[in-house]
């Protein structure tokens, strides 16, 4: 995996979290994570799919480190 995309999982979690803060409904955090991060895989010039898988990884490390953490 190239850098770049390394540092994508990151940057979907903190974007989701600011798209949270503003705002958005909650139950619809999964499909912005999705989008968020096809946009994103889109414009760092990886295949969209490969920006949903880590739209996917970036969802499910936030879901294990909340279960973790006990909140």
Partial sequence: MPPTEALLVPLVIGLVQVTKE??????????????????????????WIMGLVYGLTAMGLWSGTKTLSGN
């Fill in 22 to 47: 503003a705002g958005f409904p909650h139950r619809f955090l999964p499909i912005a994570t999705l989008f968020i991060a096809g946009g994103l895989g889109y414009f760092i010039g990886v295949n």
